[in-house]
């Protein structure tokens, strides 16, 4: 599926528009009447939203702390569909019916896309920014942050396992999605600065001379170099125009997801890494305001870099050319290329910050940038199956952690840390459909299969042939779709032994 975007954000009423021409490819052996469509943000719509629908009922006298912090108050959002065309053999368009099913749209098709044959199709859409979360704005002492995510209408997957995807996102169970190329156009600000996924390709339009200098400089070294300084933020120096909009157009290629964020708060820092000197840099990236600092300008660049170099070792080499991590009202989330993180200093140490948000940061960003291989690249169906990306993902996390710096705690990936969950009674097994789990989320699609594979290396297998094993499943399933049975049958094919065993009591059921 390839997208051409052009999309405009509007600071005052904190919306984002925009127009988006889909083509999509039927590799199937089959022909489709109909696509469909995934809206995530509807998750936050009053009129289709049934995560809202599913909320417990609450007192109506409730302290504002406590309806602040519960989202009493329900965000309305939602994608505001404007159009939906069919682009016709001659160019010409013509209006498709559609449903609105959640977070789904069903595309009437006026002729079955054959296969091997491709459909185009155009739909303009907007919607309110919310607070916080996944794809929200944050104020910050400067101003706005703005991480668009989840942010256009996207196809679902047809699949030789499923047929159409149409799993709803109740927001647990996170997404499933198609490669393709990427041509986005984002309008915004003069005074933001913006990145993405992608490659910037009009430097010379939205980025200063001194900027461009700068970032040729910081790609030469893993050392970071600020293309935009903290005594730079919001001064006219900065931006090579005063006033108005600027647009900034990123291309990417062969990528599951575009996510972007924009803010004129930000401060920028970039560095280069290489696998072999006679690489192109990988370009490093990291964004964040002034009220990240010191913490931000001191760990995230080389926790990026750290990612880069465990998980292009023991999974394979990351591909793509460019990997930015960005503070903001995200907690934690991941996109091909780019990662949104939380973590700031909290003026609890005066001057600095504790190890424990040094070691909150370095967990945090090692982990998202680390999505980039599963499920960006190893692209499983995260709506039904979390611990194929977070559980793999925590594993190798895990050992990224202590490589950059050997007191970091153990946390999750090491089997003491689970020791309490594992005696409870009312786990559900690590093969339970994500919005199917009822308890304590992290221990099941987190810890326990980290913890699972981190013994089944240390104990069973050895380094040597788990590390063969699992980078063989990696590097086969790269830009395909593992189900779970995959990278079991993967994993004993590249070991040479039966582990039925590990699978049955691990993974399927709570026996272990």
Known sequence: VDYRIETELDTVAHRVSGTERITYHNN?????????????????SLEHSRTYQMRRALPEEIDPRARRWLGVDLFDGGHEIGRVQVVDAGGGLSDAPYRI???????????????????????????????WGRGGKEEVSDGWIYELAQ??????????????????????????????????????????????????????????????????RAYRGEEPVFIVGPDEVMTAASRPVQDGMLTWHYRAENVRDFAWASSKTFVWDAAGFQYRPDQPPI???SLYPRDAMPLWNDISTAAVIQTLETYGRMAFEYPYPKASNINGPAGGMEYPMVAFC?????????????????YALIGVTIHEV??????????????????MDEGLNTFLQHYAEVELDPDFPRWRGSPQSIVDYMRDPDQVPIMTHSDLIHKDFGNNGYAKPAAGLTMLREAVLGPEVFDDAFSGYAQRWAFKKPQPSDFFRSMEEGAGEDLAWMWRGWFYTTHA
Request: charge should be negative.
């Open 151 to 216: 942010w256009f209408p996207r196809l679902s997957v047809y699949d030789d396992v499923n047929g159409w995807q149409t799993d709803q996102f109740l927001g647990r169970g996170e997404f499933y999605l198609e490669f393709g190329d990427y041509d986005v156009r984002i309008t915004v600000p003069s005074n933001h600065i913006v990145d993405a996924t992608g490659v910037l390709q009009n430097p010379a339009e939205v980025l200063t001379a001194a900027q461009r200098e700068r970032l040729a």
């Open 28 to 44: 199937s052996p089959d022909a489709l009447d109909y696509l469909w469509i995934q809206l995530d943000q509807n998750v936050r």
């Open 370 to 387: 680390g999505h980039n291989w599963f499920p960006m690249i190893v692209n499983s169906d995260e709506r039904k199956w979390t611990w």
């Open 101 to 131: 099913n959640g977070t789904l749209m069903k595309i009437f098709l006026p002729e079955p896309v054959m296969p091997g044959a491709t459909t185009e199709f155009e739909i303009d859409w907007s919607f309110a920014i919310p607070d």
């Open 283 to 285: 370009a490093v990236h």
């Open 342 to 358: 939380g973590a700031r200093p909290r003026g609890d140490v005066e001057g600095g910050y504790s190890d424990g948000l040094k």
